[in-house]
C-alpha cells in the first residue's frame, strides 16, 4: 500500500489505568518503530466493550489513551493515530471475517477461555469473536508487522489463518502479518507477584506502577518489591523478583542486565530498589507533563482525531472495498 515503508499496525485498549507494563513494553518502542515504518496506531474502544465498560469513564480513558500516544512521542503527523470506532470498516470487515472463522478456532483461544471465567456473567458474542475484530484491525491496512506481546500471539496467528484462508478462495487479498515480539526485558512483572505479568487490573496496587503515578508513589512501591533472601543482585530466574527490578531498570536506562550487575556489585537491594525507583520516575515524570500540557491543547488533540479517523478510513475503505467486489457484494454506484 505504501512504496517504500512496511506497514505497522498496533492497539491498545482503553481500560484500566495504564502500568509501566504497557509503557515500556508496548509504547516505547512504538516510538523506536515509528521512523522504519508506516504506522498506524489504534485505540480499540471497541474491542474495549466486550467487557461491561462505564460510557463517561471509556470515554475519558479513550481520550487520555490517545493523548498519551502523543506524549510518548508518536508524531501524528507521521504516525496514523486514531480511535478505532471512528472508522467502521473495522467492523464492517469484522463482520465479513467471521463468515470466514470457525467456531472451533475461536474456542481454543485463551483469552476467551480466561475472559469467560473471569467474566462468568458476561460471556457475550463479541467476547468471543474478540480475535477476528482484531484481524479485521490488523488486515485493513495491508500490515506487514504486528508488535504485540507474547499474550497476543495467538490471535495473530488466527488472524494470519483467516488471512490466508481468505486469499486461497479469492486471491491474493490481504498481507499477511508477522508478530513482533520485543526483545528481552519488554516484559514487566508485578512488583508484589514477580512470577505474573504486571498489570492494568491487579487487585494488589502496590505490584504495578500506574503511569500516572507521582514519584513519592513510585519510590515507594518500589521499595516495597518483593525479593527474596539471597542478598546478591544477579539476573536470573531463580530471583524473579530482583530480575525484574533489573529489567525495569535496564528498561528505563539502556543498560544491559550484566551492566546493572556490575552496578549493583556488592551492594544491596535498598540500594537497587531506590535507583529502580528514581530511573522510572525520571521516565514517566516527563511522560505526565506532556500529556498534562496537550490535554490542555483541545483544538490540537482535535485536529488530530478528525484528520487520522480520515486518513485511517481512507486506506482501511480500499481494503475493505476490494474484499467486498472479490466476495461478491454488489458494485457501489458512483
Ligand atoms: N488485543 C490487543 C490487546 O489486548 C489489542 C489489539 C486490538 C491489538 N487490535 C489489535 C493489538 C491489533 C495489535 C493489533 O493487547
Known sequence: MFQDKKVLF???????????????GALKNWVKLSDEYECFYCVVDEHSITV?????????????????????????????IYYQSHVSAHAE???????????????????????????????????????VLMAADILL???????????????????????QRFNSIYGDTFTIPEPYIGKAGAKIMSLQNPEKKMSKSDENPNGSIYLMDDKDTVIRKCKRAVTDSEGNICYRDEQPG???????????????????????DGKGYGELKMAV???????????QTEAARL?????????????????A????????????????FPDRIR
Open 93 to 131: 470487515l469484522a463482520w465479513i471475517l467471521n463468515c470466514y472463522t470457525y467456531m472451533g478456532e475461536l474456542s481454543r483461544m485463551t483469552q476467551f477461555k480466561d475472559k469467560s471465567a473471569k467474566h462468568a456473567d458476561n460471556i457475550n458474542a463479541g467476547l468471543f469473536t474478540y480475535p
Open 242 to 264: 530482583v530480575k525484574n527490578l533489573i529489567d525495569i531498570y535496564c528498561a528505563c536506562t539502556g543498560m544491559t542486565p550484566s551492566e546493572v550487575e556490575r552496578e549493583f
Open 10 to 24: 498496533s492497539g491498545m485498549q482503553a481500560t484500566g489505568n495504564l502500568t509501566l507494563g504497557n509503557y515500556l
Open 277 to 287: 525507583g528514581e530511573a522510572v520516575a525520571a521516565q514517566l515524570t516527563p511522560l
Open 141 to 163: 491496512f495491508q500490515t506487514d508487522v504486528v508488535p504485540v506481546g507474547i499474550d497476543q500471539k495467538q490471535h495473530l496467528e488466527i488472524t494470519r489463518d483467516i488471512a
Open 52 to 80: 461491561r465498560q462505564d460510557p463517561a469513564t471509556l470515554r475519558k480513558r479513550a481520550r487520555a489513551l490517545l493523548t498519551l500516544y502523543i506524549a510518548a512521542g508518536l508524531d501524528p503527523e507521521k504516525n496514523c
Open 313 to 328: 478510513s481512507y486506506f482501511a475503505n480500499r481494503t475493505l472495498r476490494k474484499v467486498q467486489r472479490k466476495i461478491g
Open 295 to 311: 490535554e490542555k491543547d483541545k483544538a490540537y488533540i482535535d485536529s488530530v482525531i478528525k484528520n487520522n479517523a480520515e486518513k
